[in-house]
């Protein structure tokens, strides 16, 4: 099975992570940026993701996973030890067609987490599909040390610029040349 990139929009998804330990943890910290939007559930957090749920104004349940409590969220993160329960939310999620993550049960994912290297408004994704993540992780600080200077500020440079401009094939050209200089001289 193959994983399709796409990058999603999360400014109206609501995101629950079911689980308090390590894994629930990364999973936090790569959503936290892209939306704040996210409630956790567990019987107990750890110390790590207290911080974050205080620092971020978080909603949180201390509680053990009881089926229904997924139904008004559209994008759920089993990140728990218990296989069993992450089948179980995963199946669930089919009732109310929300995306859902089981970490660690390939088969039970609707979408997988990509190593990523995150720059202002560049984002790059990095996935084997599961294969092997120590291989993404490594490849991502590979590719972030080839990365040039500046990019976050030239993106907001261009960014503004495009709103002042009017479409069309002038604009086009003009950015083509822009970034083909900013490249050439990052070399």
Not at 99 to 107: A, Y
Not at 163 to 175: A, I
């Amino acid at each position: 099975m193959a994983y399709f990139p796409a990058f999603l929009k999360f400014d109206d998804k609501r995101i629950l992570i079911v689980g308090g330990g390590k894994v629930a943890l990364e999973k936090l910290e790569h959503l936290l940026n892209f939306s704040k939007n996210i409630t956790l559930l567990a019987k107990e957090f750890s110390e790590e993701i207290n911080s974050l749920i205080d620092t971020n104004n978080l909603k949180f349940f201390i509680k053990e996973y009881e089926k229904g409590d997924i139904k008004d969220f559209d994008i759920v993160i089993a990140a728990i030890d218990d296989f069993a329960l992450q089948s179980d939310i995963y199946f669930e999620t089919r009732d109310y067609k929300i995306l859902c993550n089981c970490v660690d049960l390939k088969q039970y994912c609707d979408f997988i987490f990509p190593a990523y290297i995150k720059d202002g408004d560049l984002t790059i994704a990095i996935s084997t599909n599961g294969s092997s993540p120590a291989f993404a992780k490594n490849l991502k600080e590979y590719i972030k040390n080839l990365l040039p200077k500046g990019i976050d500020v030239f993106l907001k440079e261009l960014k503004e610029l495009r709103q002042t401009m009017p479409k069309g094939k002038e604009r086009m050209l003009f950015f083509e040349e822009k970034v083909k200089e900013f490249f050439k001289n990052k070399g």
